[in-house]
């Protein structure tokens, strides 16, 4: 199984002084899939994702992306790695005097050769790609809700047609109606477009409508990995709680509901 995987995390340490956040953390995040990153506040999902994406270095351990050392790049092939991949903010992370089209253009202007009117035509395709109105490409992200700038931060992080996109809690803030929504974006994107997503939430409906698989952060490592249905039969105590408790059994009940419309 870990033949596919196109990253794969050995003895993971990351600490801020004497704060150990991850310790000798190991996981493998297979090609093509959704895996969902759960565990409790401070466990370190976001510092997990901003490490794997290359927004923070490691105090220790091995990070290898699609075959290669990621930690002993050089500049150049770190860009290159970089254009690979997609982050998505909770916010979105926008440039408030940006359009949203001028947002998603951001990251292709570092690559060359590539036309204003191309890369125009580019971040619309993006915009419609993530489920935004047309007219949206115009607009500030002040002139948007909470849900449109997370899609205009989707379209941004799918701006260089990336082989895995990071969503760093994407229906955290979103109405029931709009979280859904977002759920069936990122599972269509991921079968459509055949992109890899690592996806830290909170959200059980989000495990339950997206995710193949299922990471656990607990005790500074990733404690469990597994589908849903393996999910429900480990008896950590955390684990057990989280998909045991009543919020999961109401996201168990909804997902079966979807399951027989379906
Ligand atoms: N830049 C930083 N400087 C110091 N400590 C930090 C920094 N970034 C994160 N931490 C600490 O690292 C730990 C993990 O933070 P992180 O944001 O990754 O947790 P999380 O699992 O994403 O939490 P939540 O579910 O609440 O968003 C926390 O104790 C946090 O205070």
Not at 26 to 38: A, C, H, M, S, T
Request: charged residues 25%.
């Amino acid at each position: 199984m870990s033949a596919d995987a196109v990253i794969r995390l050995r003895g993971l340490r990351n600490a801020f002084g004497p704060a150990v956040v991850h310790d000798d953390l190991d996981l493998d995040i297979l090609r093509g899939e959704v895996l969902g990153v759960v565990g409790g506040s401070g466990t370190g999902k976001s510092v997990l994702l901003r490490t794997i994406a290359g927004l923070r270095r490691p105090q220790g351990g091995s990070i290898e992306i699609f075959g290669q050392d990621a930690l002993a790049l050089n500049d150049d092939d770190r860009r290159t790695l970089d254009r690979r991949m997609g982050v998505m903010f909770q916010d979105g992370a926008l440039f408030s005097a940006l359009t949203v089209r001028e947002n998603v253009e951001v990251p292709m202007r570092g690559v060359p050769g590539l036309a204003r009117d191309v890369r125009r035509s580019l971040a619309d395709l993006k915009i419609a790609l993530s489920g935004l109105p047309w007219a949206a490409g115009d607009k500030y992200p002040s002139e948007l809700s909470g849900g449109m700038r997370k899609r205009a931060g989707l379209a941004r992080a799918l701006a260089l047609d990336p082989e895995v996109v990071f969503l760093d809690e994407p229906t955290a803030g979103l109405d029931p109606i709009g979280a859904t929504a977002f759920d069936e974006l990122i599972k269509g994107l991921s079968r459509t477009l055949g992109l890899t997503v690592f996806l830290v939430t909170h959200d059980l409906d989000t495990l339950h409508a997206t995710c193949d698989r299922i990471a656990v952060l607990a005790e500074k490592r990733v404690l469990v990995t597994g589908t849903m249905a393996e999910m429900l039969k480990v008896d950590h105590p955390w684990v057990h709680e989280y998909f045991h408790g009543p919020r999961a059994r109401a996201a168990q009940d909804t997902a079966g509901q979807t399951g027989e419309e379906g």
